[in-house]
T-cell receptor, first 118, second 108 residues
Framework: EPEVTQTPSHQVTQMGQEVILRCVPISNHLYFYWYRQILGQKVEFLVS??????SEKSEIFDDQFSVERPDGSNFTLKIRSTKLEDSAMYFC????WGLGQSSYNEQFFGPGTRLTVL | RKEVEQDPGPFNVPEGATVAFNCTYSNSASQSFFWYRQDCRKEPKLLMS???SGNEDGRFTAQLNRASQYISLLIRDSKLSDSATYLC?????????FGTGTSLTVIP
């Protein structure tokens, strides 16, 4: 069964450093997403991406964050100048259909990258 | 007002019990609805989509009431493996909104 993969599984970084989280979405999916989940809290939407551009972003996704699809398979989230409060689990997801396009736009999640900022 | 609200629980039920979770959403224009389950420190996994006509998948039944902006999930004949957090997810516009989740523990 096709699945979303993410690397690394755990990233430890010093405050102020830049990190890049990597994701490989399901191969025939065209819509990609990043979410974060702070320990003990709910999953929060960060950004959606389609056709090499951002479709939607939340208020959390400020200038500190950027996304990129550098090649045909990877989808990355870059966090510049990390802060202590960026410590969270970051999930990548993909879907075949876009939000608002279909009732069948289920998203499939990767296993997540646990980011720890010291 | 929160986009999606759920009773956080916890629900502790014996094996074989029937348990129901409820969820409300605030935006009447929301377009699609899902239940996901999340095991501790794991990713959310799709359990089922929720359709206006209601839908069933084995022991799981989901219902949607658009007039009341209410979604439910019924689990029959609970198994130990059903222990998890159940997330109500709503697509509104171009975003997915997650509830805080309802914790279920099935006890032997």
């Amino acid at each position: 069964e096709p699945e979303v993969t993410q690397t690394p599984s755990h990233q430890v970084t010093q405050m102020g450093q830049e990190v890049i989280l990597r994701c490989v979405p399901i191969s025939n999916h065209l819509y990609f997403y990043w979410y974060r989940q702070i320990l003990g809290q709910k999953v929060e939407f960060l950004v959606s991406f389609y056709n090499n551009e951002i479709s939607e972003k939340s208020e959390i996704f400020d200038d500190q964050f950027s996304v990129e699809r550098p090649d045909g398979s990877n989808f990355t989230l870059k966090i510049r100048s990390t802060k202590l409060e960026d410590s969270a689990m970051y999930f990548c997801a993909s879907s075949e259909w876009g939000l608002g396009q279909s009732s069948y736009n289920e998203q499939f999640f990767g296993p997540g990258t646990r980011l720890t900022v010291l | 007002r929160k986009e999606v609200e759920q009773d956080p629980g916890p629900f502790n039920v014996p094996e074989g019990a029937t348990v129901a979770f409820n969820c409300t959403y605030s935006n009447s224009a929301s377009q699609s609805f899902f239940w996901y389950r999340q095991d501790c420190r794991k990713e959310p996994k799709l359990l089922m989509s929720v359709y206006s006509s209601g839908n069933e998948d084995g022991r799981f039944t989901a219902q949607l009431n658009r007039a009341s902006q209410y979604i439910s999930l019924l689990i029959r004949d609970s198994k130990l493996s059903d222990s998890a957090t159940y997330l109500c997810v709503v697509n509104t516009g171009n975003q997915f909104y997650f509830g805080t989740g309802t914790s279920l523990t099935v006890i032997p």
